[in-house]
């Protein structure tokens, strides 16, 4: 655990003998903050969650946070990179290093086949299982119809952040039953909360393989 400096007039801190320019507040609750940080060093950035502990039970809780980032090493779990107690008078804050999850994204997530909500970050978005259905209707797309649904508009340079904020169309003549098509639309919804979670995907997955297998049987 590295020492910290907060040098408020040039608007850096130092954790871990490495400094980061403070570029924006990202988000707050009611006892943490969450800050856009820039490496001085190589210039990537990262998010400074900024636990307010208010006792010793609050410092304890700040750092069985941390011990919990570490229980973890797992591409899809966000990596702790450092952190620190900063203590501030009576009070102290726990600081951990977090990678920015836009850029993280970026890193692990092949951009036609990237959820909505991974291109604009936005304060209060929830990063769940339901951000994988989206991916996840791209690659039934793409078992479909033998392409994914924005890999032509990547492969032609156009925006494919902006092609994901509309409703997914169908192509015409699809010879897909309406049920398959229905599954389909619905793990590509845009907004991320009025998808469905995997529960609903493998449910709904099941009765289409017992509707063919129905059907095989009075056909054979």
Same mark, same amino acid.
């Not at 060093?41 to 980032?69: P, S």
């Not at 951009?111 to 209707?137: K, M, Q």
């Given at each position: 655990?590295?020492?910290?400096?907060?040098?408020?007039?040039?608007? &850096?801190?130092?954790?871990?003998?490495?400094?980061?320019?403070?570029?924006?507040?990202?988000?707050?609750?009611?006892?943490?903050?969450?800050?856009?940080?820039?490496?001085?060093?190589?210039?990537?950035?990262?998010?400074?969650?900024?636990?307010?502990?208010?006792?010793?039970?609050?410092?304890?809780?700040?750092?069985?946070?941390?011990?919990?980032?570490?229980?973890?090493?797992?591409?899809? !779990?966000?990596?702790?990179?450092?952190?620190?107690?900063?203590? /501030?008078?009576? /009070?102290?804050?726990?600081?951990?290093? @977090?990678?920015?999850?836009?850029?993280?994204?970026?890193?692990?997530? &092949?951009?036609?086949?990237?959820?909505?909500?991974?291109?604009?970050?936005?304060?209060?978005?929830?990063?769940?299982?339901?951000?994988? !259905?989206?991916? @996840?209707?791209?690659?039934?797309?793409?078992?479909?119809?033998?392409?994914?649904?924005?890999?032509? !508009?990547?492969?032609?340079?156009?925006?494919?952040?902006?092609?994901?904020?509309?409703?997914? &169309?169908?192509?015409?003549?699809?010879?897909? &039953?309406?049920?398959?098509?229905?599954?389909?639309?619905?793990?590509?919804?845009?907004?991320?909360?009025?998808?469905?979670? !995997?529960?609903?995907?493998?449910?709904?997955?099941?009765? @289409?393989?017992?509707?063919?297998?129905?059907?095989?049987? /009075?056909?054979?």
């Amino acid at each position: 655990m590295g020492q910290t400096i907060c040098i408020c007039s040039r608007g &850096t801190i130092t954790i871990d003998n490495k400094r980061y320019f403070f570029i924006q507040k990202l988000d707050e609750g009611g006892f943490s903050y969450v800050d856009l940080v820039e490496s001085v060093q190589n210039g990537k950035f990262y998010a400074l969650k900024r636990i307010i502990c208010h006792d010793k039970e609050d410092r304890k809780n700040a750092l069985n946070e941390v011990e919990m980032h570490r229980m973890f090493n797992h591409p899809n !779990i966000l990596h702790l990179e450092a952190y620190c107690i900063m203590d /501030k008078g009576p /009070k102290c804050e726990g600081w951990l290093l @977090l990678p920015y999850i836009k850029d993280w994204a970026a890193q692990r997530c &092949t951009i036609s086949y990237r959820a909505p909500e991974l291109f604009n970050v936005a304060s209060h978005c929830i990063i769940d299982e339901r951000t994988d !259905i989206w991916s @996840l209707g791209c690659v039934l797309y793409a078992m479909m119809f033998l392409e994914g649904p924005y890999d032509g !508009i990547f492969h032609r340079g156009d925006s494919v952040a902006l092609a994901v904020q509309n409703v997914i &169309t169908i192509p015409e003549g699809c010879r897909y &039953t309406q049920a398959l098509q229905h599954l389909l639309t619905s793990t590509m919804v845009t907004n991320p909360q009025e998808r469905p979670n !995997i529960t609903w995907v493998l449910n709904q997955t099941k009765q @289409l393989l017992q509707i063919e297998a129905v059907q095989e049987t /009075k056909l054979a």
